[in-house]
Structures are given as C-alpha cells and as structure tokens.
C-alpha cells in the first residue's frame, strides 16, 4: 500500500535562513506524482510544488525546491530565506495510481507545523 | 486551474442537526473528492463524488453519516448528518484538473459542533 510520512511534527526557524521539512514515501508504482502543501491557520490548502517520478530534475519554485531522492524514496521540501508568512502547516502527498489505475486520490503525510521566528 | 466556491466557510452547530456543504466548480471536472481534517490531523478522503451515480466511501465511512449529491460535472454537496462534536473538523472539496499538476482545493468549511 502507498503510504507518505512526515516524521517532523514541528520545526522553528529563524527568519531569512532555510529549512528543510522531510518526506518518505513507498509505493511499488514506477509513476507517481508528489506533491507539498502549505495550509495556514485559515485551511486553505495552497499548493507549492509538484514532482514527478519520471523527472530527471529536482523541482524549484521560487523559494521552494523539492529534493528528490528516489533510490531513499524522499521528498523533502526545501524553503530559502524563511518569512514570517512561511508559518504554517506542511503537507506532502502523493498521488495514487497512474495511468487507467489512476484513481485521482491524494495520500497525505501527517504534515509538520513550521514557524519562523523573528 | 479549476477555481472552486466552496460553501460555507464556517458554521457553528447544535449536535443532533445537519449541515450542507456545496462545492461549485468554474468549469466541469470529471474526479471531485470530499476530505475531512480534524484538529491538528491531516486531511483523510472521505468518498469521491461521481456524477450521476452513488458516491464511492473510504473505509470508516457510511452514506448515512456522509450523504454525497453530485447531480453534474460542476456541482457537489456533502451533508454532516446528525452531528457530534466529534465532527468538529475542516471540510475540503477537491477536484483533478488542469493546473497546479492537477489538484485543486475548495477554502474549506471550519465546522464547530457544540
């Protein structure tokens, strides 16, 4: 069975440095797409960065990168220069299935609580 | 991407009632989902809305509890029925469509049971 695991529950840090939030996953699918989310204190759910299985580079967006690691199945999520608007709940997940046994689900991780500190 | 109005953004709720929540979609979307997140948890699938037939439930969730409309490609309801505090949890609706690798999400519904 897929399964995603965040091993972090909370993690500080100082505002402008960068931190990383970890992501294990496990699934027997050659294909899959992992993804990470930022939910702040109003629920949203904000999307950040996508990676897929079959990409030969780790993933960037602006100050997020993805450090895709396949042979150790992780994902951990990488932010730059922290901000006080950074302090939220992380999420990662993984979609399950590819192809016709693409179901469309998302399989979350537990998520960690970041907050940065002034 | 797909933009969801997802409604209401909060309620507070006597236990024993129920209450709706709808999901309206800017374009039609084949795969619409139902996640609850109780406090502090992370989001759990309660059932994938189809289109013109029964919703399909996870398991530890029942029709009963959880009845699902999704009467077009556009348009989805969930109703929390006879409510514990034990319901107490953020609702997201949740469609695949094209942008953001496919995913997006409702604002959610922060729903208090008293």
């Known amino acids: 069975a897929q399964k995603i695991t965040q091993t972090q529950p909370g993690m500080f840090v100082q505002e402008k440095e960068a931190v990383t939030l970890d992501c294990t996953y496990d699934t027997s699918d050659p294909s899959y797409g992992l993804f990470w989310y930022k939910q702040p204190s109003s629920g949203e759910m904000i999307f950040l960065i996508y990676q897929g299985s079959y990409d030969q580079q780790n993933a960037t967006e602006g100050r997020y990168s993805l450090n895709f690691q396949k042979a150790r199945k992780s994902a951990n999520l990488v932010i730059s220069a922290s901000q006080l608007g950074d302090s939220a709940m992380y999420f990662c997940?993984?979609?399950?299935?590819?192809?016709?046994?693409?179901?469309?689900?998302?399989?979350f991780g537990q998520g960690t609580t970041l907050q940065v500190k002034p | 991407s797909a933009v969801i109005s997802q409604k209401p953004s909060r309620d507070i709720c006597q236990r024993g009632t129920s209450l709706t929540i709808q999901c309206q979609v800017d374009?039609?979307?084949?795969?619409m989902f139902w996640y609850r997140q109780q406090p502090g948890q992370s989001l759990t699938l309660i059932a994938t809305?189809?289109?013109?037939?029964?919703?399909?439930?996870e398991s530890g969730f029942v029709i009963d509890k959880f009845p699902i409309s999704r009467p077009n490609l556009t348009f989805s309801t969930l109703t929390v029925s006879n409510m514990s505090p034990e319901d107490s949890s953020i609702y997201l609706c949740?469609?695949?469509?094209?942008?953001?690798?496919?995913?997006?999400f409702g604002s959610g519904t922060r729903l208090t049971v008293v």
């Open positions: 949740s469609v695949v469509s094209r942008g953001n690798h496919g995913y997006t």
């Open positions: 374009s039609q979307v084949t795969m």
């Open positions: 997940a993984m979609r399950e299935g590819h192809g016709s046994s693409n179901t469309g689900k998302l399989i």
């Open positions: 809305a189809n289109q013109g037939s029964e919703a399909t439930y």
